[in-house]
């Protein structure tokens, strides 16, 4: 937690686009995203860490 830029924005974009971030777009990495991370592996049948690495990242490329 604690990142920010481009990256967690496009994250943020992505993860509310599929309904599992509702907070504001503002490209930090806080509880709010974290929670919707988790929120997006639990479903995906991911190991849930909150990190988002190379397996989580390319889950959300596909949807």
Not at 34 to 43: A, D, G, I, L, P
Request: proline residues 3%; charged residues 20%; hydrophobic residues 35%.
């Amino acid at each position: 937690m604690g990142s920010q830029g481009t990256e967690v924005r496009n994250l943020q974009t992505i993860l509310t686009k599929f309904g599992f971030y509702f907070g504001i777009i503002d490209g930090f990495f806080g509880p709010k995203t974290n929670h919707s991370v988790r929120k997006f592996q639990e479903n995906r049948g991911l190991l849930v860490d909150g990190i988002v690495g190379p397996i989580t990242w390319c889950q959300l490329k596909k949807i």
